[in-house]
């Protein structure tokens, strides 16, 4: 059964960069047909998708984060992670990882990033 | 980009009684690639829909899916205890940008 963690800080300072690991368990990250991407949802609000890699390193980003926003893959690690550069207090959120084909599944459990000073 | 609107924004029903959930597009959705999912409190998201009526590995066959173009439908067909949650759709037709709409409470009346 494929299984995602998330891993990093839980808090990050205001214009610092956010980073975080996904580690991928119970199948391989290089298993053609699926992306791999990064979710966030705000404390009380929606989701917002942040971006995607597939295992060759090709991504795609939101246009509204896409300055900010680096996606990489480590195969040997089974792993892929998320950058997230010049954080201010709105990027606070719970950030997910997922699997997809355009819809996301399965997701890890979540990990909750704080900015603040 | 592809807007989705969901409503109603919270639907109080009792268990047992039938959940009909809209997701309406601001263009249409291209191949119907639409998915819903449910979110219950300190959970992450589960799929339940993609591709806008296939059923995802697992799912009970009360969640329905339905709709095309820009109007879509996600049916529980007899509310049980645990469907109380929230519910999001969300687009992958149009690359680059994948969207979700912005939710559906369901809530016990």
């Known amino acids: 059964q494929l299984q995602l963690q998330e891993s990093g800080p839980g808090l990050v300072k205001p214009s610092e960069t956010l980073s975080l690991t996904c580690t991928v368990s119970?199948?391989?990250?290089?298993?053609?047909?699926?992306?791999w991407g990064w979710i966030r949802q705000p404390p009380g609000k929606g989701l917002e998708w942040i971006g995607s890699i597939y295992y060759s390193g090709s991504t795609y980003y939101n246009p509204s984060l896409k300055s900010r926003v680096t996606i990489s893959v480590d195969t040997s690690k089974n792993q892929f992670s998320l950058k997230l550069s010049s954080v201010t207090a709105a990027d606070t959120a719970v950030y997910y990882c997922?699997?997809?084909?355009?819809?996301?599944?399965?997701w890890g459990q979540g990990t909750l990033v704080t900015v603040s000073s | 980009e592809i807007v989705l609107t969901q409503s109603p924004g919270t639907l109080s029903l009792s268990p047992g009684e039938r959940a009909t959930l809209s997701c309406r597009a601001s263009?249409?959705?291209?191949?119907?690639?639409l998915a819903w999912y449910q979110q219950k409190p300190g959970q992450a998201p589960r799929l339940l829909i993609y591709?806008?009526?296939s059923r995802a590995t697992g799912i009970p066959d009360r969640f329905s899916g339905s709709g095309s173009g820009t109007d879509f439908t996600l049916t529980i067909s007899r509310l049980e205890p645990e469907d109380f949650a929230v519910y999001y759709c969300?687009?992958?037709?149009?690359?680059?940008?994948?969207?979700f709409g912005g939710g559906t409470k369901v809530e016990i009346k």
């Open positions: 263009q249409s959705v291209s191949s119907s690639y």
């Open positions: 119970g199948g391989s990250i290089s298993s053609s047909s699926y992306y």
């Open positions: 997922a699997r997809h084909s355009g819809a996301f599944d399965p």
């Open positions: 591709g806008a009526s």
């Open positions: 969300q687009q992958y037709g149009s690359s680059p940008r994948l969207t």
